[in-house]
């Protein structure tokens, strides 16, 4: 990579009693009762916090939760992180109620080397996601050293994740975002083939530029989720009251003749799931994609049918690289998940081979995690936005902000 990296610095030997402001991404579902239900974004940021630490480091950790709108509201406190980080790491983690009190420059000032400070929500403030220099200068008064390790607005220009880096002169990589970015460029610029990219999820319009730039990448294209029938309701299929993205149709027409030309083989699926209703109750019914009758003009299009999970499975057990992104189909409720579960399988039988399966973040880490395969795949992303933007070409202005190396 050639940006500066924490490891760099910890090689120097420039860590040791440095304020050192770190974006991380605790941005974790939190239930009514204030339990954290998935930790996988706070575990993963702990080899960097542990670095700091040992390194002699005065570690000042910054993050948002959920949506705030710039107001401040108890519900999308930090401190429930805060208690969750002190328990992990079996050691006093020290909260401030306002990210940029005055406050905060007293405490850190007597922070010692090794001591740890959680900055409560950034988005409490508007000026946050405005990339507002006043609020990022004073978000950078807190460190000698900036470093970013939240992949998962990696390709926000936010204050926390850009405007910062003009007022610090050493601006590094994280562990976390160094890993990230290196499996994702490994996949991309030198992959093992044959290289599967399986795409999902609801819309098509989130995937263009990332099913434009896979064509001219990827060897195999496996297409599920809703998205699939904006694609039939261009080949003139009858989809029912399936999701549709209407003012999409053409635009799915001009993928379908660009995949014509594209040296990439792109698979829709054969068959899918319909259902009377979205309920864990509703009848269910397996149908060919092109043969959906009026009778079923009510159902609604739920999973990817057993012929395509068939085939899909071969598609990724003869591939030596495999991406996903987006689950098949509606994998929250049970009844609708057993193609999303099976292609969480495959991947995992896939790496058990030898290959190098990336899921990349969202409902699709959401769905490698229901399946319980979540340690059965190479790496899952924790930035589903960051990981499609990266896909798509775009560089990430997160880390173009960091200083070179």
Partial sequence: MAKLSLQNLIDKNEIKGKRVLVRVDFNVPVDANGVISDDKRILESLPTIKAIISSGGKCILMSHLGRPKGEKNSKYSLSVVAEYLSNVLNKN???????????????????????????????????????????????????????????GTAHRTHASTEGVTHFIEKCAAGYLMEKELKYLTDAIADPKRPLCAILGGSKI???????????????????????MFTFYKALGYNIGKSILEEDKVKLAKEILEKVKTSKAKFELPEDVLMADKLEKDAMTKEMFADRITPDFNDWIGVDIGPRTIHKYKQEILRSNTIIWNGPMGVFEIDIFAIGTIEIAKALAEATKKGATTIVGGGDSASAIAKAGLENKVTHVSTGGGASLEFLEGKKLLGVEALTDF
């Fill in 93 to 151: 983690v020290l909260f401030s109620d306002d990210c940029i009190s005055e406050d905060n420059v007293k405490v850190i000032n007597e922070m010692k080397e090794g001591d740890i400070l959680l900055l409560e929500n950034l988005r409490f403030y508007k000026e946050e996601e405005k990339n507002d220099p006043e609020f990022a200068k004073k978000l950078a008064r807190y460190g000698d050293i900036y470093v970013n390790d939240a992949f």
């Fill in 205 to 227: 319009s989130g995937k263009i530029d990332v099913l434009e730039s896979l064509l001219n990448i990827a060897d195999t294209i496996l297409i599920g989720g809703g998205m």
